[in-house]
């Protein structure tokens, strides 16, 4: 059979088939006139097919009018023939299929080929891709990626003579004309579609080519790299005044670097010669030259210098930290002893090697201080002898002092007045490099010793009170998850009441009173707002940049806080009813509105925000233009607005100046504000129940007296106690403890002054007391009521009951069902 026969009966329609050639072979239509395709259009199909062979005709077409939006109203006549079972001829198999796939009816079924309807779901599925996948060049791309499964039968050889044939224009008359054989037709549909029924995501295959989404491969997590000593020395209450001392002392001490004799290296040598250099390094014959010629070899690289030899790298010694912790250094002496004994270990650029060694009547050790237990060990060690002159002998004995050795040793101020101790350390005094003293005053003298006499290096003053018993001030990192440094929600609610009195000590820089309210940023970056000083405090942010801090009071209600951050960022935390509604970030242009956390960004702006204030409810910025760079820094020029409605940035008419509002000048009154007149029961370890119902807590006990809820010092007793877990610690002041019940039940302490009762599984706190000493306490249930110190709510009196009614209702009712 000729190339041309066979091509003629690849283009021609079979019998009964559900399209025809149609006005000179020009056009592809269904049975009942409606356009398929033009032979254009499926020629360029063909040809793109070409390269990888060619499939059945009638699956192209089938594609091609998948792809057509008139898809969902074709009748699809004719259809009846693709299910015929085996027949050349059958007229009596009848399918009708009206609309769209989803409605047909079936008669006959034994004649009807239940395995078409899968490949009619396909092109159904194939209608409903999106658009673009369906038309244009993705229509080609789609149609090569469904026939990549397949096998052609028709080589890309042949599927190039058959394209020229029939471009040729020979087969138009046989290709009208004659129609072969129906026979195999659904079989060559069927092959072609099956590979493809079973993938469930047909848009991804057809983008990527992949019949499902891989599965991430799973990847470890890294290993988080350890916190480094002070770090975890700062996470514990019993150790984090020594981690805040010991970085003060890092910076204090300036130990001089270890240096040889003169004599010792080869130093101040030439060791070649080089075309670049400093004017004295010139050779000598150099300066022979006349001025011109000297000028030129100058100017042109040609004048020769002496090279000066590298100097070896200094000689590292090994630091051996002798630590007295005889009777005098007991007690606070001893903790600063062993802070300036971590200050040496920490304060090592060249890496030293680190040997501490504990000395009373004899000597412990060697320790590197390089853990938190090697510390917190190191701290344990005393001894009762008066000095340790015996142990520095032993010392010295076992370990003789070599160049490859300083000696660091760490006494006390009142060991040095003994009279028999001075005597033994002067006749030890050559064996010592430095002498470092420390007093109960917070006092450290750092000597050196050169030819066994003290020369004054330097002398440090701390305050040992508010570095070792004050706040702790670092802790945990904060973890900041949203885009504008908002913390996630508190770890507690505290349910209602406004918040005991604030702990540590505020900045007067980070607070702002108008003589009625006041806002404050505390230490760890949360900012709290009082509306007067006969009620307690509310959390406004739970997260604030550290930096400058500009506050805006109007009308007895915070309006607006603004930042400038320590890399010169300006964000600025709007309120509205003493509530955040909107955060501006300037650097990063963006508005976040709360609680909603819908985002707008703000339009680009020319030049750097230099300056910002807030001003009867509008913000306003000064812009620095790049055309003249520091002029707004000196002036602070307010140059444009920010219109909160409409989010846009319009210029003012002229430069202004927003001063800075409610810069307090005395402390006195905001500590009278924050601290009324009671005190904070927080650091609690125990808990039990009195056989009336009354909770115990460590030494104090909550009971009602004159028909108020008191927390007041007694003995325990026989009272079964309970100790309070470490649960978390979210921010650099508070925490909380929590103890559970067999049933599920809960009591979780809140170090900033609550006491929280949990039922078995709920995430709310069936009640909450307040832990204060000296006034009444305030409670708060789930159920919306309120009682005792109104001190801690500010709420109708239908809301509120009594404290006796309150404890044996709802206090003593939770406390018999926890056993």
């Given at each position: 059979?000729?190339?041309?026969?066979?091509?003629?009966?690849?283009?021609?329609?079979?019998?009964?088939?559900?399209?025809?050639?149609?006005?000179?072979?020009?056009?592809?239509?269904?049975?009942?006139?409606?356009?398929?395709?033009?032979?254009?259009?499926?020629?360029?199909?063909?040809?793109?097919?070409?390269?990888?062979?060619?499939?059945?005709?009638?699956?192209?077409?089938?594609?091609?009018?998948?792809?057509?939006?008139?898809?969902?109203t074709i009748d699809f006549p004719n259809l009846d023939a693709l299910a015929a079972k085996g027949a050349v001829e059958n007229e009596e198999t009848e399918l009708v299929l009206a609309g769209a796939l989803d409605s047909h009816r079936l008669t006959k079924q034994a004649d009807?080929?239940?395995?078409?309807?899968?490949?009619?779901?396909?092109?159904?599925?194939?209608?409903?891709?999106?658009?673009?996948?369906?038309?244009?060049?993705?229509?080609?791309?789609?149609?090569?990626?469904?026939?990549?499964?397949?096998?052609?039968?028709?080589?890309?050889?042949?599927?190039?003579?058959?394209?020229?044939?029939?471009?040729?224009?020979?087969?138009?008359?046989?290709?009208?004309?004659?129609?072969?054989?129906?026979?195999?037709?659904?079989?060559?549909?069927?092959?072609?579609?099956?590979?493809?029924?079973?993938?469930?995501?047909?848009?991804?295959?057809?983008?990527?080519?992949?019949?499902?989404?891989?599965?991430?491969?799973?990847?470890?997590?890294?290993?988080?790299?350890?916190?480094?000593?002070?770090?975890?020395?700062?996470?514990?209450?019993?150790?984090?005044?020594?981690?805040r001392l010991t970085k003060r002392l890092i910076a204090a001490l300036n130990i001089p670097p270890h240096t040889h004799g003169a004599s010792d290296q080869p130093l101040g040598g030439v060791s070649d010669l080089s075309n670049r250099g400093d004017f004295d390094r010139l050779?000598?014959?150099?300066?022979?030259?006349?001025?011109?010629?000297?000028?030129?070899?100058?100017?042109?690289?040609?004048?020769?210098?002496?090279?000066?030899?590298?100097?070896?790298?200094?000689?590292?010694?090994?630091?051996?930290?002798?630590?007295?912790?005889?009777?005098?250094?007991?007690?606070?002496?001893?903790?600063?002893?062993?802070?300036?004994?971590?200050?040496?270990?920490?304060?090592?650029?060249?890496?030293?090697?680190?040997?501490?060694?504990?000395?009373?009547?004899?000597?412990?050790?060697?320790?590197?201080?390089?853990?938190?237990?090697?510390?917190?060990?190191?701290?344990?060690?005393?001894?009762?002898?008066?000095?340790?002159?015996?142990?520095?002998?032993?010392?010295?004995?076992?370990?003789?002092?070599?160049?490859?050795?300083?000696?660091?040793?760490?006494?006390?101020?009142?060991?040095?007045?003994?009279?028999?101790?001075?005597?033994?350390?002067?006749?030890?005094?050559?064996?010592?490099?430095?002498?470092?003293?420390?007093?109960?005053?917070?006092?450290?003298?750092?000597?050196?010793?050169?030819?066994?006499?003290?020369?004054?290096?330097?002398?440090?003053?701390?305050?040992?009170?508010?570095?070792?018993?004050?706040?702790?001030?670092?802790?945990?990192?904060?973890?900041?998850?949203?885009?504008?440094?908002?913390?996630?929600?508190?770890?507690?609610?505290?349910?209602?009441?406004?918040?005991?009195?604030?702990?540590?000590?505020?900045?007067?820089?980070?607070?702002?009173?108008?003589?009625?309210?006041?806002?404050?940023?505390?230490?760890?970056?949360?900012?709290?707002?009082?509306?007067?000083?006969?009620?307690?405090?509310?959390?406004?942010?739970?997260?604030?940049?550290?930096?400058?801090?500009?506050?805006?009071?109007?009308?007895?209600?915070?309006?607006?806080?603004?930042?400038?951050?320590?890399?010169?960022?300006?964000?600025?935390?709007?309120?509205?009813?003493?509530?955040?509604?909107?955060?501006?970030?300037?650097?990063?242009?963006?508005?976040?509105?709360?609680?909603?956390?819908?985002?707008?960004?703000?339009?680009?702006?020319?030049?750097?925000?230099?300056?910002?204030?807030?001003?009867?409810?509008?913000?306003?910025?000064?812009?620095?233009h790049p055309a003249s760079p520091n002029y707004y820094y000196h002036h602070k020029n307010i140059t444009h607005v920010i219109e909160l409605n409409t989010h846009t940035i319009s210029p003012l008419p002229e430069k202004r100046f927003i001063p800075k509002e409610h810069s307090?000048?005395?402390?006195?009154?905001?500590?009278?504000?924050?601290?009324?007149?009671?005190?904070?029961?927080?650091?609690?370890?125990?808990?039990?129940?009195?056989?009336?119902?009354?909770?115990?807590?460590?030494?104090?006990?909550?009971?009602?007296?004159?028909?108020?809820?008191?927390?007041?010092?007694?003995?325990?007793?026989?009272?079964?106690?309970?100790?309070?877990?470490?649960?978390?610690?979210?921010?650099?002041?508070?925490?909380?403890?929590?103890?559970?019940?067999?049933?599920?039940?809960?009591?979780?302490?809140?170090?900033?002054?609550?006491?929280?009762?949990?039922?078995?599984?709920?995430?709310?706190?069936?009640?909450?007391?307040?832990?204060?000493?000296?006034?009444?306490?305030?409670?708060?249930?789930?159920?919306?009521?309120?009682?005792?110190?109104?001190?801690?709510?500010?709420?109708?009196?239908?809301?509120?009951?009594?404290?006796?009614?309150?404890?044996?209702?709802?206090?003593?009712?939770?406390?018999?069902?926890?056993?």
């Amino acid at each position: 059979m000729s190339s041309s026969q066979t091509a003629a009966r690849y283009f021609q329609p079979r019998k009964g088939d559900f399209w025809e050639w149609s006005n000179v072979d020009q056009v592809i239509t269904w049975i009942d006139g409606q356009t398929i395709c033009y032979a254009q259009d499926l020629m360029d199909i063909l040809k793109s097919l070409q390269p990888q062979g060619l499939p059945p005709l009638e699956t192209v077409i089938l594609l091609i009018a998948a792809c057509r939006q008139e898809w969902h109203t074709i009748d699809f006549p004719n259809l009846d023939a693709l299910a015929a079972k085996g027949a050349v001829e059958n007229e009596e198999t009848e399918l009708v299929l009206a609309g769209a796939l989803d409605s047909h009816r079936l008669t006959k079924q034994a004649d009807f080929d239940i395995n078409l309807l899968p490949c009619l779901n396909l092109l159904k599925r194939i209608h409903a891709l999106p658009e673009e996948l369906r038309t244009g060049s993705m229509r080609v791309h789609l149609i090569k990626r469904i026939f990549s499964h397949y096998t052609p039968f028709i080589t890309p050889v042949v599927a190039s003579i058959y394209i020229k044939e029939f471009e040729s224009g020979a087969l138009r008359k046989v290709v009208l004309n004659i129609k072969r054989s129906n026979k195999s037709q659904f079989q060559d549909i069927h092959a072609v579609f099956s590979p493809l029924f079973g993938i469930e995501d047909l848009e991804t295959y057809v983008r990527v080519g992949l019949e499902k989404v891989p599965e991430p491969t799973p990847v470890p997590n890294p290993d988080t790299e350890p916190d480094d000593l002070l770090t975890q020395l700062s996470k514990q209450q019993q150790t984090a005044g020594l981690a805040r001392l010991t970085k003060r002392l890092i910076a204090a001490l300036n130990i001089p670097p270890h240096t040889h004799g003169a004599s010792d290296q080869p130093l101040g040598g030439v060791s070649d010669l080089s075309n670049r250099g400093d004017f004295d390094r010139l050779l000598i014959s150099e300066l022979a030259n006349d001025d011109d010629t000297l000028s030129a070899r100058l100017v042109n690289n040609e004048a020769l210098y002496l090279r000066r030899e590298t100097p070896p790298d200094p000689q590292v010694q090994e630091r051996v930290i002798l630590v007295d912790v005889s009777l005098r250094l007991w007690g606070i002496p001893k903790v600063f002893a062993v802070s300036v004994a971590l200050g040496i270990a920490l304060n090592n650029t060249h890496h030293a090697s680190i040997a501490a060694y504990a000395l009373g009547q004899k000597t412990i050790g060697p320790s590197a201080l390089s853990s938190k237990a090697e510390v917190v060990t190191f701290l344990e060690k005393i001894d009762p002898a008066l000095h340790c002159a015996e142990g520095l002998k032993i010392h010295f004995r076992q370990h003789p002092k070599t160049a490859s050795k300083a000696i660091f040793f760490i006494t006390s101020e009142d060991a040095l007045l003994d009279k028999n101790f001075s005597q033994h350390l002067n006749e030890l005094a050559t064996e010592l490099d430095y002498v470092l003293v420390v007093s109960r005053t917070g006092t450290l003298l750092f000597y050196k010793m050169v030819n066994g006499h003290r020369r004054l290096l330097s002398t440090s003053v701390f305050d040992l009170k508010e570095l070792l018993f004050g706040t702790i001030q670092s802790a945990l990192p904060s973890e900041l998850v949203e885009e504008l440094n908002l913390k996630t929600e508190p770890w507690i609610s505290h349910s209602g009441l406004f918040l005991p009195a604030f702990p540590g000590r505020l900045m007067r820089e980070e607070v702002a009173f108008d003589g009625t309210v006041l806002v404050a940023v505390l230490p760890c970056k949360r900012v709290w707002f009082w509306q007067s000083a006969q009620k307690g405090a509310i959390e406004v942010l739970r997260n604030i940049e550290d930096g400058g801090y500009t506050f805006y009071l109007a009308e007895n209600e915070l309006k607006c806080i603004i930042v400038k951050t320590k890399e010169h960022k300006f964000i600025a935390y709007l309120f509205k009813d003493n509530k955040l509604f909107a955060v501006v970030d300037l650097h990063a242009k963006l508005i976040r509105y709360h609680p909603r956390q819908n985002v707008v960004k703000l339009p680009e702006m020319e030049g750097q925000v230099v300056a910002c204030g807030y001003e009867g409810g509008n913000l306003f910025i000064g812009l620095n233009h790049p055309a003249s760079p520091n002029y707004y820094y000196h002036h602070k020029n307010i140059t444009h607005v920010i219109e909160l409605n409409t989010h846009t940035i319009s210029p003012l008419p002229e430069k202004r100046f927003i001063p800075k509002e409610h810069s307090p000048l005395t402390m006195h009154p905001i500590k009278k504000m924050v601290h009324c007149g009671y005190s904070v029961l927080r650091n609690i370890k125990e808990i039990g129940f009195t056989p009336e119902g009354f909770i115990q807590l460590d030494q104090h006990r909550i009971v009602s007296v004159d028909g108020k809820l008191w927390l007041v010092k007694t003995l325990k007793d026989n009272i079964t106690m309970r100790k309070f877990e470490p649960e978390t610690r979210p921010a650099a002041q508070f925490y909380t403890r929590s103890v559970t019940w067999q049933n599920g039940s809960k009591i979780t302490l809140d170090s900033r002054g609550f006491l929280q009762l949990f039922r078995p599984a709920s995430p709310t706190a069936e009640f909450t007391i307040t832990l204060i000493i000296g006034q009444p306490l305030a409670a708060f249930s789930r159920s919306g009521a309120y009682t005792g110190n109104p001190y801690f709510y500010d709420v109708s009196p239908d809301k509120i009951t009594s404290p006796s009614h309150f404890y044996k209702t709802i206090i003593v009712e939770f406390i018999k069902k926890l056993d």
